[in-house]
């Protein structure tokens, strides 16, 4: 109890200095709030959390978060007298005003002495709203009649579902090391509300500390300060001093040890792995050095990574100071570590300037593939780039078409319109690639010295900041576009913004190796050459990739038995490249990579690897009772929402 209270009077103190400092830089809260989220039942310009401390103990056997938060509010609004908060499968069990000695609360609230530090906390009437089912439950909490407090703590008492959208919960087998079992949340993009009772809008951002009790022989570890030589005692405490939004709050609870990379890097994961993902991603405190000297200091201490079960559906996830990753991106070649590229650069674009709802992502994630692109140039030339740059605008492309096809060109846009929608349903490369596309626009006409400066001032201008592109925009044209000798209109940053499909300013990259590629793929096609002459010696894991997810859909089984014959692809190590020969194999009818096809499904649970594959057998009734029977074994390793997703996917067909 005494602890509890030390670290809530630090807390509050922090949290009340932060207030002023946003008060009286004049900006406070009127950026984000201005926008409202589609997203979020929360009433943010009524009130803003600016602090969640959390308490949770993590129950293996019912697979629960137990415990409670307590979240620092702050008032906007005088009159307001409802607290409105997201939850998703929460079992809310109380909650409480808390009158902690610090702060503002108005003595005549309650019953008793007018000393508030021994006042007991007030217990609050609340209820959950009714369940939809994208946005979870609105958590209504009345206020005290009279309660006007600037500031004030809840503490919400609750449990998590077994079932909660953002955490998962692995069993000894599904871990590497199969001794231990494994949890881990993925809050991105509405799912921190399935495991915290908050404002899930990243329009909000709020520092936070954690205690977290897990089983002794586990170690937890959070987007937070991580100390590297922490006891392993199942009993952990956390600060993030730095205020974040809520889809970056993120927890991880495993048999893991850590291997330091850099003086400031180094990587979490199961202890069988733990050398092979140190190997792996060796040069990440050289992308750091590399990023910061681009785009200014890496504002958040250390950067580590957690290497995370297979079932994890993401690539990686830019969790601060932690970036979560999947353990398909360790290849023993270090050939696909432009994720952890793309993660660490989220640290600037993303995590320091956010988007201020998921109609916005296109600055998180656009900015970010931009960023990602210029660290692997840094590290491994303009080839290497290039040929990444290509394989994003051809996944585009098919993005572009699919959307076409099913006439939904509106999600070709940067500025899109996601209400009444899931934001994990309208995923696609479309933020990642056309972003991209829009910072090469602006490099081709600002060239690479001006543009560095305006992405520098910009991260700046709006650190710790969320907007939305509508901020963005202004920005653009208050601090660039009337800048003399720059030559970009309104109208042609327009059609960037709310035109669909590519702008016919984009500047769309080449890559020489992918010319080579191209024409060896030719004469195998026209049968100028056998699958034994292709000249492959030399060629790179893109390179590959180039080559096989450009062979025609009708290619004959016959035609991939020359190819694996030769080059013995079915049995190929690379996750991505085994993802791209798979979907050849699908469409071809290829049986022989049926075993490969069935054991890559059944242990691998990246999103980007699986879903296509489903897809693709889903074209034919062959394929659709294959998908059927493999599911079946599958479903289990699944992240929850990839599950839900392929559920319906499979419903449908
Ligand atoms: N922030 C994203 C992951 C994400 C996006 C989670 C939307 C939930 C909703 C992360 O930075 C990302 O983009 N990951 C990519 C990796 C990549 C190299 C493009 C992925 O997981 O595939
Ligand atoms: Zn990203």
Same mark, same amino acid.
């Given at each position: /109890?005494?602890?509890?209270? *030390?670290?809530?009077?630090?807390?509050?103190?922090?949290?009340?200095?932060?207030?002023?400092?946003?008060?009286?830089?004049?900006?406070? /809260? &009127?950026?984000?709030?201005?926008?409202?989220?589609?997203?979020?039942?929360?009433?943010?310009?009524?009130?803003?959390?600016?602090?969640?401390?959390?308490?949770?103990?993590?129950?293996?056997?019912?697979?629960?978060?137990?415990?409670?938060?307590?979240?620092?509010?702050?008032?906007?609004?005088?009159?307001?007298?409802?607290?409105?908060?997201?939850?998703?499968?929460?079992?809310?069990?109380?909650?409480?005003?808390?009158?902690?000695?610090?702060?503002?609360? @108005?003595?005549?609230?309650?019953?008793?002495?007018?000393?508030?530090? &021994?006042?007991? @906390?007030? +217990?609050?009437?609340?209820?959950?709203?009714?369940?939809?089912?994208?946005?979870?439950?609105?958590?209504?909490?009345?206020?005290?009649?009279?309660?006007?407090?600037?500031?004030?703590?809840?503490?919400?008492?609750?449990?998590?579902?077994?079932? $909660?959208?953002?955490?998962?919960?692995?069993?000894?087998?599904?871990?590497?090391?199969?001794?231990?079992?494994?949890?881990?949340?993925?809050?991105?993009?509405?799912?921190?509300?399935?495991?915290?009772?908050? *404002?899930?809008?990243?329009?909000?951002?709020?520092?936070?500390?954690? #205690?977290?009790?897990?089983?002794?022989?586990?170690?937890?570890?959070?987007?937070?300060?991580?100390?590297?030589?922490?006891?392993?005692?199942?009993?952990?405490?956390?600060? /993030?001093?730095?205020?974040?939004?809520?889809?970056?709050?993120?927890?991880?609870?495993?048999?893991?040890?850590?291997?330091?990379?850099?003086?400031?890097?180094?990587?979490?994961?199961?202890?069988?792995?733990?050398?092979?993902?140190?190997?792996?991603?060796?040069?990440?405190?050289?992308?750091?050095? %590399?990023?910061?000297?681009?785009?200014?200091?890496?504002?958040?201490?250390?950067?580590?990574?957690?290497?995370? +079960?297979?079932?994890?559906?993401?690539?990686? /996830?830019?969790?601060?100071?932690?970036?979560?990753?999947?353990?398909?991106?360790?290849?023993?070649?270090?050939?696909?570590?432009?994720?952890?590229? #793309?993660?660490?650069? #989220?640290?600037?674009?993303?995590?320091?300037?956010?988007?201020?709802?998921? $109609?916005?992502?296109?600055?998180?994630?656009?900015?970010?593939?931009?960023?990602?692109?210029?660290?692997?140039?840094?590290?491994?030339?303009?080839?290497?780039?290039?040929?990444? =740059?290509?394989?994003?605008?051809?996944?585009?492309?098919?993005?572009?078409?699919?959307?076409?096809?099913?006439?939904?060109?509106?999600?070709?846009?940067?500025?899109?319109?996601?209400?009444?929608?899931?934001?994990?349903?309208?995923?696609?490369?479309?933020?990642?690639?056309?972003?991209?596309?829009?910072?090469?626009?602006?490099?081709?006409?600002?060239?690479?010295?001006?543009? =560095?400066?305006?992405?520098?001032?910009?991260?700046?201008?709006?650190?710790?900041?969320?907007?939305?592109?509508? =901020?963005?925009?202004?920005?653009?044209?208050?601090?660039? !576009?009337?800048? @003399?000798?720059?030559?970009?209109?309104?109208?042609?940053?327009?059609?960037?913004?709310?035109?669909?499909?590519?702008?016919?300013?984009?500047?769309?990259?080449?890559?020489?190796?992918?010319?080579?590629?191209?024409?060896?793929?030719?004469?195998?096609?026209?049968?100028?050459?056998?699958?034994?002459? !292709?000249?492959? %010696?030399?060629?790179?894991?893109?390179?590959?990739?180039?080559?096989?997810?450009?062979?025609?859909?009708?290619?004959?089984?016959?035609?991939?038995?020359?190819?694996?014959?030769?080059?013995?692809?079915?049995?190929?190590?690379?996750?991505?490249?085994?993802?791209?020969?798979?979907?050849?194999?699908?469409?071809?009818?290829? $049986?022989?990579?049926?075993?490969?096809?069935?054991?890559?499904?059944?242990?691998?649970?990246?999103?980007?690897?699986?879903?296509?594959?489903?897809?693709?057998?889903?074209?034919?009734?062959?394929?659709?009772?294959?998908?059927?029977?493999?599911?079946?074994?599958?479903?289990?390793?699944?992240?929850?929402?990839?599950?839900? *997703?392929?559920?319906?996917?499979?419903?449908?067909?």
């Amino acid at each position: /109890m005494t602890c509890q209270r *030390q670290s809530h009077g630090f807390a509050v103190g922090v949290h009340l200095s932060r207030l002023l400092v946003l008060l009286l830089a004049g900006v406070p /809260m &009127s950026l984000a709030g201005a926008a409202e989220d589609p997203h979020s039942y929360a009433n943010i310009s009524e009130f803003r959390a600016i602090h969640a401390s959390l308490d949770l103990s993590a129950d293996f056997q019912t697979q629960q978060l137990s415990g409670y938060v307590d979240l620092t509010m702050t008032r906007l609004d005088d009159a307001a007298t409802e607290l409105k908060l997201d939850t998703r499968d929460l079992a809310v069990a109380k909650v409480e005003l808390q009158r902690a000695p610090a702060l503002d609360l @108005p003595r005549t609230v309650g019953e008793g002495k007018a000393d508030s530090r &021994s006042a007991r @906390p007030i +217990p609050l009437k609340f209820k959950l709203g009714p369940v939809d089912a994208t946005l979870g439950a609105p958590l209504q909490i009345t206020l005290p009649a009279k309660f006007d407090a600037k500031t004030f703590v809840v503490r919400i008492q609750y449990q998590t579902s077994p079932g $909660a959208s953002g955490l998962q919960w692995l069993t000894p087998a599904q871990t590497a090391g199969k001794q231990q079992p494994y949890m881990y949340s993925q809050s991105q993009a509405i799912h921190a509300r399935s495991w915290i009772p908050l *404002q899930d809008t990243p329009a909000v951002r709020l520092t936070y500390d954690a #205690h977290i009790r897990t089983p002794p022989n586990l170690l937890a570890v959070m987007s937070a300060e991580n100390a590297v030589d922490t006891p392993r005692n199942g009993d952990y405490r956390f600060r /993030m001093p730095q205020a974040i939004p809520s889809y970056l709050f993120a927890l991880g609870v495993g048999d893991l040890t850590f291997k330091a990379i850099g003086p400031r890097t180094g990587v979490y994961a199961e202890k069988v792995i733990v050398d092979a993902a140190a190997h792996e991603f060796a040069d990440v405190e050289s992308m750091v050095i %590399a990023c910061e000297q681009l785009f200014g200091p890496y504002r958040w201490g250390r950067y580590d990574m957690l290497i995370l +079960p297979p079932s994890y559906m993401w690539g990686g /996830m830019e969790n601060p100071r932690l970036t979560f990753l999947t353990p398909t991106a360790i290849a023993g070649d270090r050939s696909l570590v432009s994720l952890i590229a #793309h993660e660490l650069a #989220h640290s600037w674009s993303g995590n320091l300037v956010t988007n201020a709802s998921w $109609a916005s992502i296109w600055l998180n994630e656009g900015f970010t593939t931009y960023l990602e692109r210029r660290i692997v140039e840094a590290l491994y030339g303009p080839d290497r780039r290039a040929m990444e =740059d290509v394989l994003g605008l051809q996944s585009v492309k098919r993005d572009i078409a699919n959307f076409t096809q099913r006439g939904e060109l509106q999600f070709t846009k940067l500025n899109v319109d996601l209400r009444g929608r899931d934001p994990d349903d309208s995923f696609s490369d479309i933020p990642y690639e056309k972003g991209r596309l829009f910072i090469g626009f602006l490099e081709s006409r600002l060239g690479r010295p001006k543009l =560095d400066a305006f992405l520098r001032d910009y991260f700046d201008h709006f650190a710790f900041q969320s907007v939305n592109t509508g =901020d963005f925009v202004s920005y653009l044209e208050t601090y660039l !576009l009337t800048q @003399p000798g720059i030559h970009i209109t309104k109208a042609e940053v327009d059609e960037w913004m709310n035109g669909t499909g590519l702008p016919s300013t984009a500047v769309l990259p080449t890559s020489n190796a992918f010319v080579q590629v191209d024409t060896q793929r030719t004469e195998w096609l026209q049968g100028k050459r056998s699958a034994q002459q !292709l000249e492959t %010696a030399k060629w790179s894991t893109q390179q590959w990739l180039n080559f096989l997810d450009n062979l025609p859909h009708d290619l004959t089984a016959a035609r991939l038995t020359e190819l694996d014959t030769t080059f013995k692809l079915t049995a190929a190590t690379n996750n991505e490249i085994a993802h791209s020969w798979l979907l050849d194999a699908i469409r071809a009818g290829y $049986a022989p990579a049926w075993p490969r096809l069935e054991q890559f499904l059944t242990t691998i649970g990246r999103r980007k690897l699986v879903k296509d594959l489903y897809e693709e057998l889903l074209k034919t009734p062959d394929g659709k009772a294959r998908a059927t029977a493999i599911y079946a074994k599958a479903r289990p390793l699944y992240q929850v929402p990839l599950a839900q *997703q392929l559920d319906a996917m499979l419903r449908q067909n």
